[in-house]
């Protein structure tokens, strides 16, 4: 009997929770991702640094997740067993121009990957035909079967797909979902729906540390949002003193086109603002646009499916958003497609 093939876009959390779902189950999976690794918005950020640290790494998505259902819990517990996740300890407070606040978190734990947040969907993709650097870029039905066409990132390269896919799962943000998927699918009107905010994000190293007793801080009435020293996460290096900046998504958004020397000094700036001290020389600066970081308007349908064309779309946004959000979709997803050709 013809095994049943199932193709999965992108490598992030969701994709490889329900690829391995799915693999668990007996069907024949393959993913496929147009980063260079697999983790999506997990990714870890390697920048070359000075020839005293020559390779520095950043969670420059990601910051952190709680735990707040059973399975995720119990999901979670397991990669702690196996040493692929640590809680982090904190402190955490808030900042406002330069004042320290109390943590604002609820009490739950925040967890981290270690040594890196990418050391989760890493783990999860052990064993699974995972392709990195291969861009989807289009995706054709006839026979009742789908075919993926792709290119090579690094060389824009088509790259010929002979399989036959019996169905998809999509897992990219919802707006590339919209411009990837088929103008006929059922669930089209409830996807063209779902926004994802943006987010500057800084990247900066010192070689004198910033003397704080913090490790992460929830900043307000500023540009950023979020300041994160890496080295108080567990297993990261100890030097040099990296910390990543999150801008939040409004001054993202009306930020979005300006040059990169006018995000990098209003960012540091904004920084030294919310610590109320000047900064040191950096020995490093870098950034990245995401464009498509947190869902504004996320969905709380595990996923959205079209039975008859054999095709789901999920991801954080379809299923309350962050970290927990896309396991719980990459399950949901699975679920939908076990529903599909194994008959629940
Ligand atoms: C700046 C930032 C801060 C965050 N902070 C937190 C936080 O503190 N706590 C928390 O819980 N969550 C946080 N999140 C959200 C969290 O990262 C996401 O909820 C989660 O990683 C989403 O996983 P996903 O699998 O749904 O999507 P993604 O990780 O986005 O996976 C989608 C994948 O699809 C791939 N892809 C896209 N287009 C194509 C294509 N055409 N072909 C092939 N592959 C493609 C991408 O490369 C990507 O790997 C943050 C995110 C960002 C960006």
Redesign the pocket.
């Known amino acids: 009997m013809e095994p049943v093939r199932i193709a999965v876009?992108?490598?992030?959390?969701?994709?490889l929770i329900c690829a391995r779902a799915l693999a668990a189950a007996g069907l024949e999976v393959r993913v496929?991702?147009?980063?260079r690794g697999?983790?999506?918005?997990?990714s870890l950020r390697r920048i070359p640094g000075n020839s005293a640290h020559p390779d520095l790494q950043f969670d420059?998505?990601?910051?952190?997740?709680?735990a707040r259902s059973s399975a995720f819990r119990e999901q979670v517990q397991d990669w702690i067993t196996r040493g692929v996740v640590s809680p982090w300890e904190g402190p955490f407070v808030t900042l406002t121009r330069g004042q320290c606040g109390p943590d604002p978190g609820n009490g739950d734990v925040r967890y981290v990957g270690v040594p890196g947040m990418n050391a989760i969907c890493k783990d999860l993709s052990l064993g699974l035909d995972v392709q990195c650097g291969?861009?989807?870029?289009g995706l054709s039905r006839g026979g009742g079967h789908w075919r993926v066409a792709?290119e090579r990132v690094q060389t824009a390269r088509e790259l010929v797909l002979e399989e036959e896919f019996a169905a998809i799962v999509c897992?990219?943000?919802a707006p590339?979902a919209v411009e990837?998927l088929p103008e006929e699918i059922c669930f089209r009107e409830e996807l063209s729906a779902v926004q994802l905010g943006p987010?500057w994000?800084g990247m900066v190293s010192f070689a004198q540390d910033i003397p704080v007793a913090f490790s992460a801080g929830f900043v307000q009435e500023s540009p950023l949002r979020w300041i994160a020293r890496e080295r108080s996460k567990p297993g990261r290096p100890r030097a040099p003193d990296n910390w990543v900046l999150?801008a939040s998504p409004d001054w993202s958004r009306q930020m979005l086109s300006r040059s990169p020397e006018q995000i990098a000094s209003a960012l540091l700036a904004a920084f030294s603002a919310a610590l109320g001290r000047p900064l040191p020389e950096p020995i490093q600066y870098s950034q990245h646009r995401?464009m498509?970081?947190?869902p504004v308007s996320p969905l709380a349908a595990g996923c959205l499916v079209d039975p008859g064309l054999g095709l789901i779309a999920c991801?954080?946004?379809s299923a309350g958003?962050?970290?927990?959000?896309?396991f719980q979709?990459?399950q949901a997803a699975a679920e939908a497609v076990r529903g599909l050709f194994l008959g629940g």
């Open positions: 876009i992108g490598a992030g959390l969701s994709g496929f991702d147009k980063g697999v983790s999506g918005r997990m420059h998505g990601a910051q952190y997740f709680t291969v861009r989807v870029t792709a897992t990219l943000p590339q990837l987010c994000c999150h995401w498509y970081a947190l991801g954080d946004w958003d962050r970290v927990e959000g896309a979709a990459g």
